[in-house]
């Protein structure tokens, strides 16, 4: 059973306009969420998170919001841009010790010229 | 760039042999982590280690150990390769204290065929 869960494979979007994605998770021990960008044979690389005990967080064109209530998170991209075009993965942090994340399936963001 | 190297970066194998991959870290961090990387599943965890010769399972490590002999060192093997064990694996280290700030960075890859 998927505990983080990105429901939409792939989002296309116009360059300049907003970009959000989403992610669903089941877990109520989650404490720490982030989202990471990934390039075509690179590694993932980590782009902004948040802690639950806050329900927002921005970074530059970078806002993620999260919903305890509903376990609902999502990031935002305003302006979007074409290098931002890439795979976005949702992750989540459990509490225990060994700081394990726990990952979504990932969505493909295109955004057009 | 949080330092982590992997190698080898490409590999092909056939169906029956150990394979081992190297994630090298040069920043001392004692967190180190193994995932997979398949289609439709995101990143699962094979195997983590929070120090030396300290390591645990993660959710998909049927078929795979680990070995952390230095801080900086930390081994997957696949004791006898199977198709389904052709993925990309990553290597990551956990970088940070405290829960607004604790992060994970990841390293280049590792792309694994088993013929």
């Known amino acids: 059973d998927q505990q983080v869960k990105q429901n939409s494979p792939s989002l296309s979007v116009q360059e300049g306009r907003i970009s959000i994605l989403n992610c669903d998770y089941t877990?109520?021990?989650?404490?720490?969420f982030l989202w990471y960008k990934k390039y075509p044979a690179e590694g993932p690389t980590f782009l902004i998170s948040?802690?639950?005990?806050?329900d927002k967080n921005e970074d530059g064109r970078f806002t993620v919001f999260l919903n305890k209530s509903a376990k609902h998170l999502s990031l935002h991209i305003v302006p979007s841009q074409p290098g931002d075009s890439a795979v976005y993965f949702c992750a989540a942090r459990g509490s225990g010790s060994a700081r394990q994340l726990t990952f979504g399936s990932g969505t493909q963001l295109t955004v057009l010229p | 760039d949080a330092g982590i190297t992997q190698s080898p970066r490409h590999k092909v194998t056939e169906t029956g042999t150990p394979v081992t991959l190297r994630c090298h870290q040069t920043?001392?961090?004692?967190?180190m982590y193994w995932y997979r990387q398949d289609p439709g599943h995101g990143l699962r965890l094979i195997h983590y280690s929070y120090g030396v010769k300290d390591t645990d399972k993660g959710e998909v490590s049927d078929g795979y150990s680990v070995s952390r002999s230095k801080t900086e060192d930390f081994l997957l093997t696949l004791e006898s390769a199977t198709s389904s064990q052709t993925s990309v694996y990553f290597c990551?280290?956990?970088?940070?204290?405290?829960?607004?700030?604790?992060?994970?960075?990841f390293g280049p890859g590792t792309r694994l065929l088993v013929l």
């Open positions: 990551a280290i956990s970088v940070g204290t405290g829960t607004d700030r604790e992060t994970q960075y």
């Open positions: 877990n109520s021990m989650f404490d720490y």
């Open positions: 920043e001392n961090h004692r967190y």
């Open positions: 948040i802690s639950s005990i806050k």
